[in-house]
């Protein structure tokens, strides 16, 4: 799993800094998260290709998560896509962009679906053999989800030197992997335990922005393996955070702490401070294992 | 008069091409002409103030000319800005912004006044004491304006050495700098043509984007000093400047040429081409005086 920060400052962009937007990488998904304005132009310069991008999530509806969005299924449509493109966004993206395409004259020849989010509960949103998401419903000025993203357990791994000793034959491989038990010729049942390995431990990320500080999400998201949660401000400026329903540093590492998530990413930072250092700093006095987005920065999770 | 251009490329945003965006210096106005996406970081990179402009020129609702207006609306909110905002676009631009405003919940604090347009014929759509921008029917794929920047004629020089000559008083130098004779208090008339020097030529600016080869603008743009036409294609491409109702350099210059322009700035290049020379390269056969466009560059007109 690998996670592309293509932006990760609040509000306006700005000649060095680019409102949220960020690419997860996670069996064989490229999953774009919230589309700021000047999205596209962040993904063509991390080298990210416009054609393995098919799913697009939506937290909410301001510009800073969403202003990018026209512009790159406009570009999608230029650069001659035919697949289908999902978007899940809160109800009215679709409106809005409909609205948006049709001004232009410039309806999309490829398939556009919306699945459109109106529940304050978690849903399933998306589901394959490989990976799960669902909506983290947070607490914003605006209905607003953060996405949870699941791999699922993967097969069983073969133990090469059991399944040589019992000259065991490759066309029962697959069950195996799938978990079952062997019986052998002279009627022995090998336990499946003795012929495999566990699989890889499956990973999971939390995306949760634009949030205030809400525990109401901490069942949701316990014990994942990163959680990416926004930090607008800094203690010192509580009292705006509380006012604009956004959270500070130390509120970010106080739901990781109650989470036990493994890995905190903070970011969403207000441009009013001189260095993103200052978030670590005071999310690090809750909480050990703190990282920090950047613009362009990339995380092997 | 000075002409900033924030970007003047075709189609989408890239790394280091952005799509059309001007601002018109002239008469203490900075009109904002179209507004792609990235425009606002456009604007701070050129160092352009944003509390500067007042008015927004909108010639048609293809996202490389407007998907940078709804960001830029918001970034105005967020910096405090309380003085009117005048758009002047097709029908549409305000039921497009809205809807985005009010899904985000983002209403302005600040007055935002649409001029919509519909007419097929030039229209007078702002005046003050010093400046009149009239629109220029176009023709592009959808409903398209033009603008035309017109300086009035200002107040005609003092002769300082006439008026001292003839001993006038302070109190008559108002009416004759609009032109007034004067009559001496032992009754000799003093025609203001003595006393006065033509005030400077009044300077016209055109800008022409989208829009295939249209003769039809000769006669609303004849003798313009500057003229901005889009030029997306070369003529080796005319069938496809043809198809999607672009113009090419060639076309761009015939235009230019019959219309005994000064000067002739071309723009709205397709990304196609390795090198934007060849545009001046084919329009200079044409028309002697071709400028080239180019992201950051500041034309004094």
């Given amino acids: 799993m690998k996670l592309h920060i293509l932006g990760c400052y609040a509000a306006t962009p700005r000649t060095l800094t680019n409102p949220t937007s960020q690419v997860l990488e996670i069996g064989n998904h490229m999953f774009l998260i919230d589309c700021g304005e000047g999205t596209q132009v962040q993904l063509r310069k991390l080298k990210i290709k416009f054609s393995r991008i098919n799913h697009i999530f939506i937290s909410h509806l301001h510009g800073d998560h969403f202003f990018g969005l026209p512009g790159l299924i406009s570009t999608f449509r230029l650069l001659g896509r035919d697949k289908e493109l999902h978007i899940y966004g809160p109800k009215g993206t679709k409106e809005a962009i409909t609205l948006l395409l049709k001004l232009g004259d410039s309806w999309t020849n490829y398939p556009l679906v919306f699945h459109e989010l109106t529940s304050k509960d978690p849903q399933l949103v998306f589901e394959d053999d490989k990976v799960k998401v669902e909506t983290i419903p947070l607490q914003h000025r605006i209905y607003t989800n953060g996405f949870l993203f699941k791999e699922k357990v993967g097969e069983r791994k073969l133990n090469i030197d059991a399944v040589a000793e019992y000259k065991i034959d490759k066309c029962y491989f697959r069950n195996i992997k799938r978990g079952k038990d062997i019986t052998l010729e002279d009627g ?3 336990s499946n335990k003795v012929l495999t390995f566990d699989p890889p431990k499956p990973k999971s990320y939390a995306y949760c922005s634009d949030t205030g500080y809400f525990p109401d999400i901490i069942g949701q998201i316990q014990k994942v393996d990163t959680l990416y949660h926004e930090s607008t401000f800094l203690e010192s400026e509580a009292h705006l955070a509380n006012k604009t329903k956004h959270a500070t540093a130390k509120e970010a590492a106080t739901i990781a702490q109650k989470a036990e998530v493994g890995t905190l990413i903070l970011g969403h930072y207000s441009t009013r401070y001189k260095s993103i ?25």
Same sequence: chains 1, 2.
């Fill in 188 to 190: 022995r049942v090998i």
């Fill in 277 to 301: 250092a200052l978030f670590k700093e005071e999310a690090s006095e809750i909480f050990p294992k703190v990282e920090l987005a950047d613009d362009g920065k990339v995380f092997e999770l």
